[in-house]
């Protein structure tokens, strides 16, 4: 079965034809192929660049498989046809090439420091095991390790990193080494500097950024995945750590407040800037549009520049070719143009996944 679409061509601003061969997308015309859409704007579809569907709602890892392909349906169903999973508490790769799943590039577990982390979702060592641990949790996942840079230290009662700064690097080198790229999450300032010089690929959330990490950022092309909508939700974990930790609660604030700033000048140093809702846990599926529109009201991204971090760019980033000859099957297609009001990308008219159309 082929299929055939006309529209603008996003990025290219072209209207023109395409078919769908399979999974494979070609700009020779097709015979007898079956017109799906004949006018709009088409995307090679969306990108949640952080997103867990290996955690449930409310932070416990999915019970099982099942769960997980109905976590991703909902990303899926809001534009979403690729995924980077930052983090699972146990490993699938049969659903890398699932039919129903969008394109999955994986991490493993999260690696992250013992007994600070969320319980029973990382792979919890200590600081030897660390360079071990990543190359292990390297082969569990498709191409990419992620790692818990800094969270609350209770001893210390505020962020603190996970580890020491020669761990921090080792860890970024033995990732490498082992043919991944290696992300951390981050909010604090101190763990992110180390990874960031040590020449981490990417980082999450970058809250502790300063204006020298940025450049340095864009200087080795080093990407920043913001999940504003994460952020946003600052203000109630400072809430409910307000009376035990109050230094921690202070500090979260203030990271929050400072955040559009962080992300409006690694915008304008020319950072690599992703899409990510960090959805699982806290954060329910499917909210790609809400972190869109955050990019561009509140980091003063031009629509254009959202749509590229939140689609061709993010997908040749995670190595999924899009509308070009040869390119993956996968498209979206929506009835007014997202760069003249991005509001547009809230409802999807069509949506093409792995070749086959999506109802
Ligand atoms: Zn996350």
Redesign the pocket.
């Known amino acids: 079965m082929a299929f055939h679409v006309r529209g603008v061509l996003l990025p290219d601003d072209e209207e023109r034809d395409l078919w769908l061969v399979g999974d494979r997308v070609t700009f020779s015309p097709v015979a007898g192929a079956e017109t799906i859409a004949d006018c709009g704007y088409v995307l090679p579809g969306l990108v949640d660049a ?1 997103c ?1 569907i290996g955690i449930a709602p409310g932070g416990a890892p999915i019970g099982g498989i099942a769960q997980a392909k109905e976590l991703a349906a909902a990303d899926r169903d809001s534009g979403v046809l690729a995924i980077r999973d ?2 699972s508490p146990y490993p699938y790769p049969m659903l890398d090439d699932d039919p129903d799943v969008p394109r999955l590039a994986r991490a493993g577990r999260h690696v992250a420091p013992p007994k600070r982390y969320l319980r029973d979702i990382g792979a919890e060592v200590e600081a030897p095991e660390v360079p071990g641990e990543v190359a292990a949790q390297a082969r569990a996942g498709n191409g990419w390790v992620k790692l818990v840079g800094d969270w609350i230290d209770r001893a210390v009662g505020d962020l603190a990193p996970a580890w020491d700064a020669a761990t921090l690097e080792a860890a970024v080198g033995a990732a490498q080494a082992a043919g991944a790229r290696i992300t951390a ?1 981050t909010f604090s300032e101190e763990a992110v500097a180390v990874l960031v010089r040590a020449g981490i690929d990417c980082v ?1 959330h970058g809250t502790g950024l300063s204006l020298d990490l940025v450049d340095e950022m864009a200087r080795r092309g080093t990407a920043l995945v913001p999940t504003m909508i994460n952020i946003a939700t600052f203000g109630d974990i400072a809430a409910r750590a307000e009376e035990k930790f109050p230094g921690y609660a202070r500090h979260m604030r203030a990271l929050h407040d400072g955040f559009p700033a962080v992300v409006r000048a690694a915008y304008e140093a020319g950072v690599p800037l992703y899409t990510g809702t ?1 959805a ?1 846990g806290g954060i329910t599926h499917g909210r790609i549009a809400d972190e869109m529109l955050r990019l561009h009201e509140e980091a003063g991204m031009a629509p254009f520049d959202v749509l590229r971090a939140a689609s061709w760019g993010a997908r040749e980033w995670l190595g999924f070719p899009g509308l070009v000859e040869g390119g993956l099957a996968d498209l979206v297609v929506y009835a007014e143009d997202p760069r003249r009001d991005l509001r547009v990308v809230r409802a999807p008219q069509r949506m093409v996944l792995r070749g086959r159309v999506l109802p």
């Open positions: 952080h867990h930052c983090g999450h999450e960090d699982g």
